[in-house]
């Protein structure tokens, strides 16, 4: 956990990361262009032996939808540096979740076409053929070609996927932790792939169709877990954490270091999930027979500021009684 210099003033929308941040994202675009890079060489390889196969066919077209997460991440990277304008106050740090859409959007339009295409090619019975090629002056199946280049790229992925979400959980980046997801599932659909052409070869029809409806349900599964996430956070929902796993537990160590400080009998607060950091707006009932002062509000702003890096924006707020959202019961989401 990065600690914030404890003299910092107040200062919003900044686009400064810690150091072990910034080397974390150095190494977010390094990875994001070598994904792009095997995805060219990928997307070559599957299209030169596409044939008449199903599951080629998706596995191809997901193949050229994993180029959307790595260049909305590269894009959403250069735009968050923008600092704060009139009118963007609170920066530009919501590019991430722009770009979360946008990838989750594709996946879910592209994932849905694909179930439906492969689910009337099982339906309508629909055979397959594969034919030979000529290969060095010699005559070999083309479903050999498919099997061995589906083969050869289902691992790659799977380490540069590993690498990512390792990246992810430092930067707090559902965008990277979304493309390293579908990186790691990548090898399942080269298999499936692999396995609907050997089952074209021995004469089972509908192993291509098959496997093709296995690929398009992942795709679609992808779509609709990342659009769910992407617009929970641009809805400014409850602050979860990287993977969307759970709550975030900053907003419970805020609390407990507002209260610590001494003139705070009570304290709650909410959190916006802007990309990389959070917004966050304290609520706090000072002690019975307490004005707090400048001076206190600052340090407590100070103290929860140092807690991570991810707590730029910050405001403390000094109320009589809490908000009614954040007394127990009062909502479901009022719960912590």
Known sequence: MNRADSKTTARFGHTRLPEEQRAALHKARKLE?????????????????????????????EDLLSFLPPIAFLVAARVIRRPP????????HRAIGVAHVVAAVALLVM???LLVDSALALITAEHPTIGGIELFGQTVWLGWL????????????VFIGRAK???AEKLHDKVLYADADMNKADWMTAV?????????????????????????????????????GAIADLMDARARTYDNARPHPLAAQI????????????????????????????????????????????RARRECVALDWKVQDMVVVPVAELPEEFLPGATPGGER
């Open 165 to 167: 979400m390792k990246v």
């Open 33 to 61: 262009w070598l994904t792009i890079a095997f995805l060219a060489v990928t997307v070559s390889l599957v299209f030169l032996v596409l044939g008449s196969s199903q599951a080629m066919k998706a596995a191809w077209i």
């Open 111 to 113: 994932g849905g076409y």
């Open 85 to 92: 304008t009139e009118q963007h106050p609170y920066g530009y």
């Open 192 to 228: 499936a792939a692999a396995a609907g052409v050997a089952g074209i070869g021995v004469g089972w029809w509908w192993a291509d169709a098959a496997a093709a409806l296995v690929i398009s349900a992942g795709i679609t599964s992808d779509g609709v877990k990342n659009l769910r």
């Open 146 to 157: 498919m099997i061995g280049v589906m083969l050869l790229i289902a691992l790659p992925p």
């Open 255 to 298: 609390e407990a270091a507002l209260v610590d400080t001494g003139w705070v009998a009570r304290a709650r607060s909410r959190i916006r999930d802007e990309g990389h950091v959070f917004h966050v707006e304290a609520f706090v009932v000072p002690r019975e027979g307490v004005i707090p002062s400048l001076d206190h509000i600052e």
